[in-house]
């Protein structure tokens, strides 16, 4: 086996990738990109000038987008977590929701992220307004959703999982999951403590400081 991932541990779509990693202790080697390895940054630019994280190369092949390579490393590499169910109806449930981790938590999160490193004068308060928006209402039909499940889809851990997993760990950072979504904040909680997750919590634990509008001191 030859999986070689370039990402970091501070990113949430590379932590939703470690997740489906360490969830079934397959082995890799962990290019970590930053200024102290600019080569991996270079090979990572070469492999996919959109510079985005996290790249899975499998054996000189690289694989592209968080989801993507998560159901490649179910087909190539499968261990005893089954990520995606085996049963095609049961499997588009989990891309269902997949896509609205993606869409609709990460997507807003970064929003609000990512408007505290415009320059100044450049700031976006309207559309981070709507990330806002977009969150609680992101927040509000997820709580009706989970109900009745433990995990994004039910009794297994799956693929959206690993996608809610960072989405909701900074959503609730950046922007509050309010107490009256209770579904969501045990969620988070369940989230926190699944040993995959908590590991790379743990190993972001170091760059934390580098989260542009602040870390809380909690989680
Ligand atoms: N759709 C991509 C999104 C990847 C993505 O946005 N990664 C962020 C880090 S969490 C990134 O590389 N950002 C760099 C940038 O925006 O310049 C995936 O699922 O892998």
Not at 103 to 130: C, K, S, W
Not at 160 to 186: E, Q
């Amino acid at each position: 086996m030859s999986l070689t991932l370039y990402a970091h541990p501070f990113s949430s779509y590379s932590q939703k990738v470690l997740i489906a990693l360490y969830e079934n202790d397959t082995p890799f080697t962990y290019r970590v990109l930053g200024p102290e390895d600019p080569e991996a940054g270079a090979e990572w630019a070469a492999l996919w000038p959109m510079k985005r994280m996290p790249v899975l190369v499998d054996a000189g092949t690289a694989v592209l987008e968080s989801t993507v390579i998560i159901e490649h490393l179910g087909l190539f590499h499968p261990g005893p977590v089954r990520l995606l169910p085996a049963d095609a109806k049961a499997a588009l449930a989990v891309r269902m929701m997949d896509r609205y981790f993606d869409n609709y938590v990460m997507t807003p999160m970064q929003a609000i992220v990512f408007d505290h490193l415009r320059p100044a004068g450049e700031r976006d308060p309207y559309g981070v307004a709507r990330a806002r928006e977009q969150l609680d209402d992101a927040y509000r039909w997820l709580d009706r959703a989970l109900a009745q499940r433990h995990w994004a889809c039910g009794d297994d851990f799956t693929l959206a999982d690993c996608a809610a997993a960072p989405s909701l760990f900074y959503a609730d950072w950046v922007h509050r999951i309010d107490t009256a979504f209770g579904h969501v904040r045990a969620y988070r909680a369940r989230l926190l403590a699944r040993p995959s997750f908590a590991r790379a919590v743990d190993e972001a634990r170091p760059f934390r400081k580098l989260f542009p509008p602040g870390a809380p001191d909690r989680d």
